[in-house]
């Protein structure tokens, strides 16, 4: 979002700089998403068919952007520090609220506010400080006051398109076309925001800092990583579980899962991903980078990871009900497209990461993925334990694989990310002992 040289920056805000990583208030920021994620989980898995997918993934979506605001924010300004906490402080609380308004965003239930209009004006509040904190920090950039508009002008037609959303008479259609022309307005908001995000370098957009830029997205992975683990132990509520040999082995594939999905992004990818970054040093070919490689395909990749904790949900509470038979009961074919599309959609993710950054095909990861998208009918007919093994399975023998094929360029850059580590630690060391 600009670069601090030649601006004059606002009393109490603080520019960021190039070796800057991520403040502990953007940490506090990502702990509301842990429970955006856990409850778009939570209302999804209460009615899993075609239109709540659907309605799933356009949440998501609107999510993912209020979440990638707040971080080219922080890739600009120091968010700790000034009286930019409070802004954060504030952002968190407004997506906070937005995500309790989850369960009635579509279709408002009596009692309480009304549930689109609450949603609408908090993505509105987000949306908005984000976008006026950037405006009032660099309001001394000449260039950037010119195109301003390219930064308004989406934030004020995305939220009207909310805000009509939320204000659709529920008398005026019946259940089904309210929640259809509701959804329609939401994908048009969603075509304003991500459209312009293509126009961005416009308005004088760029990543400062590529190493907080990495980190940040790298971090939300490990949230969406996490929201997984408690989809599978929390499951429908937080009861207690008897302690039985179906319940161990299915903690022990699920987390088996969440292991692999972790290896194929951080191990290798997710440092050879900063490291181009770094290497990139035009400004608007490194934003169109991190634009595409973070921005864009990271929100699939996020997907993946909340869909395969979709199909997760209830599955160790069924495996601990007595009624329930040894290896578990056939999942529904919509649950098990659910739970293989998620991790089909990971590594499919990856692949394009691949491409995008390395110029390289991961053809193990390809043949992961048709390897499960040709499973996928045999998994629906077998008993649902026996169905997440298979998945494991694949996700693990995809991995190693990948892995032996990435051995050299492996090698490569772990060495180079060490060798960054200890420098950096040494030079911590030798300020640590001059000043403190």
């Known amino acids: 979002m600009g670069d601090a040289r030649g601006i004059r920056w606002p009393r109490g805000i603080l520019p960021s700089a190039p070796g800057s990583r991520t403040t502990r208030l953007e940490l506090f920021y990502d702990l509301v998403f842990v429970f955006a994620f856990l409850n778009v989980t939570t209302v999804t898995a209460g009615s899993l068919d075609a239109r709540g997918l659907v309605r799933f993934l356009v949440v998501l979506a609107l999510l993912w952007w209020c979440w990638s605001s707040f971080a080219a924010l922080g890739n600009v300004i120091r968010t700790d520090q000034g009286l930019t906490p409070l802004v954060g402080f504030t952002i968190s609380a407004a997506v906070f609220v937005l995500a309790l308004s989850l369960p009635k965003a579509f279709v408002d239930r009596p009692g309480g506010l009304p549930g689109p209009l609450v949603f609408a004006a908090c993505y509105f509040l987000v949306r908005a400080t984000q976008v006026a904190v950037f405006l009032w920090a660099v309001r001394s950039d000449g260039e950037?006051?010119?195109?301003?508009?390219?930064?308004?002008?989406?934030?004020?037609?995305?939220?009207?398109?909310?805000?009509?959303?939320?204000?659709?008479?529920?008398?005026?259609?019946?259940?089904?076309?309210?929640?259809?022309?509701?959804?329609?307005?939401?994908?048009?908001?969603?075509?304003?925001?991500?459209?312009?995000?293509?126009?961005?370098?416009?308005?004088?957009?760029?990543?400062?800092?590529?190493?907080?830029?990495?980190?940040?997205?790298?971090?939300?992975?490990?949230?969406?990583?996490?929201?997984?683990?408690?989809?599978?132990?929390?499951?429908?509520?937080?009861?207690?579980?008897?302690?039985?040999?179906?319940?161990?082995?299915?903690?022990?594939?699920g987390i088996a899962v969440v292991a692999a999905l972790w290896w194929a992004y951080f191990d290798t990818l997710a440092l050879a991903m900063e490291q181009v970054l770094h290497r990139t040093r035009e400004p608007r070919t490194r934003a169109g980078l991190a634009r595409d490689v973070y921005t864009y395909l990271h929100l699939p990749l996020i997907t993946g990871v909340i869909m395969f904790a979709l199909g997760l949900k209830g599955l160790i509470h069924e495996g601990a009900d007595p009624a329930t038979p040894t290896w578990g009961v056939p999942l529904p074919s919509f649950d098990v497209l659910v739970l293989n599309g998620g991790v089909a959609l990971y590594l499919l993710t990856l692949i394009g990461l691949g491409s995008r950054t390395l110029g390289a095909a991961r053809w193990p990861s390809i043949g992961g993925v048709a390897l499960l998208v040709a499973l996928t009918p045999v998994a629906a007919r077998l008993p649902e334990l026996v169905a997440l093994a298979l998945l494991a399975l694949v996700a693990m023998l995809t991995v190693a694989v990948q892995t032996v094929v990435d051995a050299p360029r492996r090698r490569r850059v772990r060495q180079v990310a060490l060798e960054e580590q200890l420098a950096s630690e040494a030079e911590q060391t030798r300020w640590r002992g001059h000043h403190l």
């Open 144 to 253: 950037v006051r010119r195109r301003m508009p390219v930064l308004i002008l989406p934030l004020l037609v995305a939220t009207g398109l909310i805000l009509t959303a939320a204000l659709v008479p529920q008398r005026l259609l019946d259940g089904g076309a309210e929640i259809g022309l509701r959804l329609t307005l939401w994908v048009g908001a969603l075509a304003v925001e991500y459209g312009a995000g293509l126009a961005q370098h416009r308005a004088g957009w760029t990543v400062l800092s590529a190493g907080h830029w990495a980190e940040r997205h790298a971090l939300i992975i490990m949230v969406a990583l996490g929201e997984s683990i408690i989809a599978l132990g929390l499951g429908p509520g937080p009861t207690t579980l008897p302690l039985t040999w179906a319940v161990i082995i299915a903690a022990l594939l």
